[in-house]
């Protein structure tokens, strides 16, 4: 019994239970479900022994691995599990079949994908999970939500389309699918693989998805669509990238361009779908670096960060909720009406901010010192100007424009309870896994699922005969180093807005790269459109009169009226034939 | 980007709310007066900047007691982290008015102006 349980994949349980979800009218069955099945896929999950493959199949003369749990695999599942318990609680309140089913679908899609065993399984997961997210946006309702959740789903598509033409020449030059590290871009298969992993990673100038998409998503599209889709892209990139160089720099890149976007954003929501990248910016650096602590850095942040981002955004929502805004123009004073929400937000805000005794801070230590440790001076000055910058945006904009700040008079009540309890519950962990170890209790329970410990995982892990020593987070170093980062771009914030340095927010669209699809590009093709419109029929008349003539000409030729039939056959017909005959035998006698 | 100021419906002007008025506390939640009662008293921001500027002169000091390890030889130097993180933030924010300039447009420039989803709460009013 238990041997055939450890069988089930829970990613796919899930999966299928969102579609019957999908289609179950009975309010309260269909939450029970949606919470009910996350719990027991955390319990399959930890019950799977681990570097086995548990469930195989074959299809089109390919085996495949269905599930098979290792130290990498296993933590991204967890996180994954766990946000999707914590988002049915905080959907609880709505009764929207469509979006419950497609959100638990979605992360079903999302674990399987991480537990896959080989790249065919990954590639079908990875498509579900476009498929699925995009209701989630969809059923904001609105205009911009379509056309955004189109372009989001081409992009999405995009990407799984690279990853099958990836595999496809990795078989075809290995001839296997394992999800094996690649060594170098030398398959072009690599270079494909690396590209679909790179759209869903939101790398820069491939971003653009994901800040369009996200924040026209429902309230609780948008939670759900924070946790899942850009860590398995992660995931990904650690299973089969890591220590790629290349990956060094477009990590750093990505740490720092979405500071400056989210500092003149006004829509608050778009403001944490750029910190979202900035986030995604130290993991992919921290695989790129590759080394087991760098590793470690990488996954516990993602784990870290999967909550306190949904915890955001939760805290976002629930405003959206009862404001029926994020736009930082229009909110402000919130505190008065929403006390639980605006401390659950302050308690996501220090989390991402990295203070010590919140999450952030034990998780992002590890990547900051593996950057360090390999001695890239200017990276390392990168992520550290990216602290700040996070500190900027999702620590202090959040917080304070929504809840202090200038009041705006509104005066709502607070959220309700089942999304209260639902960024409790994340706060907690936030904090739970942020403190210091004091009996047993602190962040020694995130430290423990890391990938790479010097008992698990040297496969996924690289370790060439050494040993992982155990990274201390609280040292006075590091303590005393984070505290001087953050405090004194707390005061340059304080005197900044004291003397009215501080930019104003004001409402309006700010322009990004995709600008130049959604402008210059749309516009060419509205524009050959046009021209097809009125180029096509002059075509075709032309071909039409063309083709009119040329039967004319072959008509007055040959048709019974026509010019050969005129006449007698004798004269010309004779002289044609003998010099057919003459070329015939000149032919003949040549050869 | 002023706005026009407003009217009443007789046409003549209303002053508009000043951000220096006093304080509306009616309707607040009775947790946020005892949580966060100290928000609006006219003190506070001072005393909050007061506090962290002697948090962070606590932490140029400590930084001269604590010997210091890292792995790059330059972050070693007294309150680097500090000035870094001061300098960092200052360019940050600073930058937001020139991007502001260059990139903000008007709220319908794609057309996509309403956001709102359909499952926020309609106002009771």
Known sequence: ?591 | MTQPPERDSSGRFVKPPSEDAAPDNRNVHPLSRILFGWVDHPRTPNLLLLLVATAAAGLFLADLVVDRHEYLSFAEWNGFYAWWGFGAFALAVLSGWPLGYLLRRDEDYYGEADTKPQDVEEPDE
Not at chain 1, 443 to 460: I, K, N, Q, S
């Open chain 1, 1 to 591: 019994m238990i041997s055939l349980l450890t069988q089930i994949n829970p990613g796919l349980l899930l999966v299928l239970i969102g579609i019957v979800g999908s289609l179950m009218p009975v309010r309260r069955v269909r939450q029970g479900l949606m919470i009910a099945t996350p719990v027991l896929g955390l319990v399959l999950l930890a019950a799977a022994p681990r570097e086995v493959d548990l469930s195989v199949t074959s299809a089109l003369g390919l085996e495949l691995v269905l599930y098979r749990v290792d130290s990498l695999s296993f933590i991204f599942a967890l996180a994954f599990l766990i946000a999707s318990f914590l988002n049915a609680i905080y959907a609880l309140h709505s009764d929207d079949q469509l979006q419950d089913g497609m959100a638990l679908t979605y992360a079903g899609a999302a674990v399987a994908a991480t537990l896959a065993g080989d790249l065919m399984t990954l590639f079908i997961f990875w498509e579900i999970t476009a498929v699925s997210s995009v209701f989630l946006i969809l059923r904001a309702g609105t205009k911009a939500a379509y056309n955004a959740a189109m372009r989001y789903l081409g992009i999405q598509i995009l990407s799984g389309v690279l990853l099958l033409d990836g595999l496809a020449y990795v078989y075809k030059s290995t001839g296997e699918l394992s999800l094996t590290a690649f060594t170098s871009f030398n398959d072009p298969g690599a270079l494909f693989i690396f590209l679909a992993f790179a759209i869903k990673a939101a790398f820069p100038f491939l971003h653009n998805w994901l800040q369009d998409a996200y924040p026209k998503a429902t309230v609780i599209g948008a939670v759900v669509l924070s946790a899942f889709t850009t860590k398995l892209a992660v995931y990904a990139f650690a299973r089969m990238f890591p220590g790629f160089e290349i990956l060094i720099w477009i990590g750093a890149v990505m740490t720092v361009f979405p500071v400056f976007f989210a500092v003149v954003e006004n829509d608050l929501r778009k403001v944490l779908s750029y910190s979202l990248n900035n986030q995604l910016g130290f993991m992919i650096c921290a695989i790129g670096i590759g080394t087991p602590l760098a590793l470690n850095g990488a996954a516990g942040h993602a784990f870290a960060h999967i909550i306190y981002k949904g915890l955001l955004f939760m805290s976002m929502g629930a405003v959206l909720y009862r404001v029926g805004t994020t736009k930082a123009s229009e909110l402000g004073g919130l505190y008065k009406s929403m006390p639980w929400t605006t401390i659950f937000c302050i308690i996501g805000a220090m989390s991402i901010s990295a203070f010590p005794l919140f999450s952030g801070f034990v998780a992002k230590s590890m990547t900051m010192s593996a950057v360090g440790q390999g001695g890239y001076a200017v990276v390392w000055m990168m992520l550290l100007f990216a602290s700040a910058g996070v500190l900027e945006h999702s620590g202090i904009k959040i917080p304070y424009f929504t809840f202090f700040g200038h009041d705006s008079g509104r005066r709502v009540k607070e959220a309700p309870f089942n999304m209260l309890l639902a960024m409790g519950l994340a706060s907690f962990i936030c904090i739970a896994i942020g403190l210091p170890m004091i009996g047993g209790f602190g962040y020694g329970w995130l430290y423990g699922l890391l990938p790479c410990t010097a008992a698990a995982a040297a496969d996924v892990c690289m370790l060439s005969g050494e040993e992982i020593k155990a990274y201390q987070p609280y040292t006075l170093d590091h303590v005393l180093t984070q505290m001087q980062l953050l405090i004194l771009a707390l005061l340059a914030f304080m005197v900044l807005k004291k003397y009215g340095f501080y930019p104003p927010e004001r409402p309006g669209t700010i322009l990004d790269t995709d600008w130049l699809y959604r402008r210059p590009g749309y516009g060419f093709f509205v524009w050959s459109g046009r021209v097809w419109d009125k180029l096509g029929p002059a075509m075709t008349t032309l071909a039409g009169r063309l083709a009119s003539a040329a039967f004319n000409r072959l008509e007055a030729a040959f048709s019974p009226r026509g010019t050969l039939a005129r006449g007698a056959l004798t004269t010309s017909m004779a002289v044609w034939s003998v010099v057919l005959l003459g070329i015939v035998m000149a032919v003949t006698l040549i050869l």
